[in-house]
């Protein structure tokens, strides 16, 4: 993992987090040596659960047709 002092990271903040989210890497921030903070990108959720699906289900058939056709289905006529 980069390590990066307060004072650089004081300086060049807005660059290191441009470098952060386009190299989806994490960094420490120092200071005097110690450990105060890490960085790292965001990740981003779907908006929704059946937007995580999109593109992994293919169909085989008329989704809208019905299985049977029409002969096959009772009616009480009335």
């Known amino acids: 993992m980069k390590t990066i002092g307060a004072t650089e990271f004081k300086t060049r903040c807005l660059a290191l987090l441009d470098e952060v989210s386009e190299s989806h890497e994490e ?7 110690k450990a105060v903070a890490r ?26 047709e019905p299985p049977l056709p029409a002969e096959s289905w009772e009616a009480e006529g009335g």
């Open 27 to 33: 960094f420490l921030i120092l200071k005097r040596g």
């Open 39 to 64: 960085v790292v990108p965001v990740t981003v959720a779907s908006t929704s659960p059946q937007a995580a699906l999109v593109g992994t289900m293919i169909t085989l058939s008329d989704i809208v």
